[in-house]
C-alpha cells in the first residue's frame, strides 16, 4: 500500500513538473517582437487607421468619373378634366388617361472645377501615406516596448539567479558557523550576522521574484500570451548582438524617422487644401446628357429624347465669402510646418541624449567589469585571511555582499548596453530596418 502511495505521488510530481514545463517558453528577442507586430492591438489599431485613410481617398478619387442616375415613375391618374383650347380641336370629348409612365437617365462628367477635384486628391493621398507612416512609427514604438520588457526580463532573471545563488553560499556558511559555534570557535555574535546576511538574501529574493512576475505579466499581455505563460529570455540576444553600427550623428534620425515622414506628408496635404479652398474662385463646368421616354396613356409618347450639352456655374457670392477659407486653409498649413520645426527639434535632443546614454553604458560596463575582478579577489583575500583567523565576520560579511553586487551590476550592464543601443536605433528610425522581419 505504501509503494502503491509513493508511486501515485511521483507520478503526480511528474505530472505538476509537465505542467510547469509546458508553461515556461524561451522566447528570443525577434521572436518577440515579430509576435509583437501580429498581435498587439496599438499596430492592429495603426493598420486600420491605414486602411480607412485608404478608402477615403478611393471616394476622393471617385469624384472624377461620370455620374449616371437612372429613375423610373409609374402613376394611376384619376378622372381628369381636358380642354383643348385650339382651333383645330375637335368638339368631341377627349377621354381621360388612367396612367403615366417616365423614365430617365441622366449623365453628367465635371469637367473643370477650380482644380478641386485633383487638389483633393493630392490631400488624400498624402494623408494616406501620412498614416502609413504613422503605422510605421507605432510598429517601431511598440517594437521598442518589447525591448524594454524583454531586457528588464533579463535582468530580474539574471539578479534572481545570482541571489540564489550566492543565498546558497550563505546558508552553507550559517550550517558551518553553527558548528563552529556549538565549538565555541567563534562567538554567537559572528553566527547572528551569518543569519542575518541570509535574511537579507531572501528579502532581495522575494523583491526579485516579485519584480520578475510583474515584467513577465506585462510582456505576456504585449504579446497576446496566457498571463500563466513564464518567458524565458535568450541570453545569446545581449551577447551575439553587434553594436558596432550604432548611429553617431542625428542624420539619419532626420532622413528616417517615420513620425518626421509623416507630417511632412501632412504639410503636403495641407498645401493641397489650399488649392482646394481657392477652388471657390473659379467657376464649375460639367458634361450634362440624358435620356428621356414618357407615356401617358392614349394621349402622348415621347421616345428616344435624348439630349446633351454643358452646364457652367459660378457662385458670385462665393468670390468674397471664399477668402475665409482661404485663410484658414493657409493658418492650418503653417501650423503643420511649426509642428515639423518642433518635431526637428526634439528628435535632435532625443538622438543626442541616446548617444550619451549608448556611451555612458559602454563606459559603466568597463568600469563594472573592473569592479567584478577586485570585488573578486577582494573576497578571496578576505576568506582567506578569515580562515586563517586575521579577518572577522564582519569583513567576509561586507566582501561577499560586494562581490554579489558586483556580478549583479556586471551581467546587467551587458543588457543595459543592448537596451540603449536599440533605444538609440529607435530615435534615429533604425529600429525596425535591425529585425529581418516582413512587414505585417
Avoid: C
Wanted: charge should be negative.
Amino acid at each position: 500500500m505504501k509503494i502503491s502511495q509513493l508511486m501515485l505521488f511521483g507520478v503526480f510530481f511528474i505530472g505538476i513538473s509537465s505542467v510547469e514545463a509546458q508553461e515556461k517558453t524561451s522566447l528570443t528577442l525577434d521572436e518577440a517582437v515579430k509576435l509583437a507586430w501580429e498581435k498587439s492591438n496599438e499596430v492592429t489599431l495603426a493598420n486600420t487607421k491605414v486602411n480607412t485613410k485608404k478608402y477615403e481617398l478611393q471616394s476622393v478619387k471617385n469624384n472624377q468619373y461620370p455620374d449616371l442616375k437612372v429613375s423610373g415613375q409609374y402613376q394611376r391618374l384619376g378622372k381628369a378634366s381636358i380642354d383643348m383650347h385650339n382651333d383645330q380641336a375637335s368638339s368631341e370629348p377627349i377621354a381621360s388617361p388612367d396612367r403615366a409612365m417616365l423614365g430617365m437617365a441622366n449623365l453628367s462628367l465635371p469637367l473643370f472645377s477650380g482644380f478641386k477635384i485633383q487638389s483633393s486628391i493630392d490631400a488624400y493621398d498624402n494623408l494616406y501615406e501620412a498614416e502609413t507612416a504613422n503605422a510605421a512609427k507605432t510598429k517601431e514604438d511598440v517594437a521598442l516596448r518589447v525591448i524594454t520588457y524583454y531586457t528588464a526580463l533579463y535582468k530580474a532573471q539574471k539578479t534572481l539567479d545570482l541571489l540564489n545563488e550566492n543565498q546558497k553560499q550563505a546558508k552553507q556558511r550559517v550550517t558551518d558557523f553553527t558548528e563552529l559555534e556549538k565549538n565555541g570557535i567563534i562567538p554567537r555574535n559572528d553566527l547572528l550576522k551569518a543569519q542575518l546576511l541570509v535574511s537579507r538574501t531572501q528579502l532581495s529574493i522575494d523583491e526579485a521574484n516579485n519584480n520578475l512576475n510583474n515584467i513577465n505579466f506585462y510582456l505576456t499581455t504585449l504579446l497576446k500570451l496566457e498571463p500563466s505563460v513564464k518567458l524565458q529570455v535568450n541570453e545569446q540576444d545581449f551577447f551575439n548582438l553587434k553594436t558596432s553600427n550604432a548611429p553617431t550623428s542625428d542624420a539619419l534620425a532626420l532622413e528616417n524617422r517615420k513620425d518626421l515622414e509623416a507630417i511632412r506628408l501632412q504639410s503636403k496635404a495641407s498645401e493641397a487644401n489650399i488649392r482646394v479652398a481657392k477652388a471657390g474662385y473659379y467657376p464649375s463646368l460639367v458634361l450634362l446628357g440624358g435620356y428621356t421616354a414618357f407615356d401617358l396613356k392614349d394621349f402622348i409618347t415621347v421616345k428616344y429624347a435624348m439630349n446633351f450639352g454643358v452646364g457652367l456655374s459660378y457662385d458670385l457670392s462665393g468670390i468674397l465669402k471664399n477668402n475665409s477659407h482661404v485663410k484658414e486653409a493657409e493658418s492650418r498649413a503653417l501650423e503643420v510646418k511649426n509642428s515639423e520645426a518642433l518635431l526637428t527639434d526634439r528628435i535632435k535632443i532625443e538622438v543626442q541624449k541616446s548617444i550619451e546614454d549608448y556611451d555612458l553604458a559602454i563606459n559603466q560596463s568597463v568600469v563594472y567589469n573592473e569592479a567584478l575582478q577586485q570585488a573578486t579577489e577582494n573576497y578571496r583575500l578576505v576568506k582567506d585571511k578569515f580562515d586563517n583567523g586575521l579577518s572577522d565576520t564582519n569583513d567576509l560579511v561586507e566582501a561577499d555582499v560586494e562581490n554579489l553586487s558586483a556580478k549583479i551590476n556586471t551581467a546587467l550592464s551587458k543588457a543595459t548596453i543592448i537596451q540603449k543601443y536599440y533605444e538609440l536605433l529607435s530615435v534615429s528610425g533604425q529600429l525596425s530596418q535591425s529585425f529581418n522581419l516582413s512587414k505585417i
